[in-house]
């Protein structure tokens, strides 16, 4: 089955840190790749997305390229600051009728000022 | 901005109370998805929708059920709560898009229930 693997958490930085948070899926034919955030006590804001291979995404510093060679989708930020601090989710999306969005477990990040 | 709406946000209730968790959204959405999250943060799905009239389980077993008679609304409705319910809901929304692939799911600010 479909299925997303997060890098384990909470992952605690420095402001101004370089940030990885590693993602890996496992899906049948050529899926769409998510991460969201959601901040304290709000609903989940898509942060930013990628539809085919080779794909970067990118919003507010954030980036993530589509590897299907490793089925990979690992989001990356150059420098954190504190207002960054918040749950980060994977996400996939497989094409066609029947698709459902399926999650990894979600990565907590603290950025300390 | 997203318009997907839930209501109430903040529900405390007592147990074998009847309740509904509203959510509607504007944007004309064919997919609807209701997901429980629990204090580690993992999202489940527990229900979708593919359309009026369609409704769905999903991967995690729920004593919920839900109904989508409009294409705006999609609640869900608990006959009888227990403290096991206590939980995070967050309702979703997203745009079929064939085999070019959905647009990204919207989601509600959640709601958060308390059985007692």
């Known amino acids: 089955g479909n299925s997303v693997t997060q890098m384990e958490g909470p992952v605690t930085l420095s402001e101004e840190a370089f940030l990885t948070i590693n993602c890996t899926y496992t899906a049948t034919g050529y899926p769409s790749l998510f991460w969201y955030v959601q901040y304290p006590g709000e609903g989940l804001q898509l942060l930013l997305k990628a539809t085919k291979a080779d794909d970067k995404g990118s919003n507010k510093g954030f980036e993530a390229t589509y590897r299907k060679e490793t089925t990979s989708f690992h989001l990356e930020k150059g420098s954190v600051q504190v207002s960054d601090s918040a749950v980060y989710f994977c996400a996939l999306l497989t094409r066609g009728y029947g698709n459902k969005l399926v999650f990894g477990a979600g990565t907590i990040l603290r950025v300390k000022s | 901005e997203a318009d997907i709406y839930q209501t109430p946000r903040y529900l405390v209730i007592g147990t074998g109370k009847k309740i509904t968790l509203e959510c509607s959204q504007t944007?004309?959405?064919?997919?609807m998805y209701w997901y429980q999250q629990d204090p580690g943060m993992e999202l489940h799905l527990i229900h979708y929708?593919?359309?009026?009239?369609?409704?769905e389980k999903g991967d995690l077993s729920s004593e919920s059920t839900v109904s989508r008679i409009r294409t705006e609304h999609f609640p869900l409705t608990l006959e009888s709560a227990r403290p096991s319910h206590t939980s995070q809901y967050l309702c979703?929304?997203?745009?079929?898009?064939?085999?070019?692939?959905?647009?990204?799911?919207?989601f509600g600010q959640g709601t958060r229930l308390t059985v007692v």
């Open positions: 979703a929304s997203s745009e079929y898009g064939g085999f070019s692939g959905d647009s990204e799911a919207f």
């Open positions: 929708s593919y359309g009026v009239n369609s409704t």
């Open positions: 944007m004309g959405h064919d997919k």
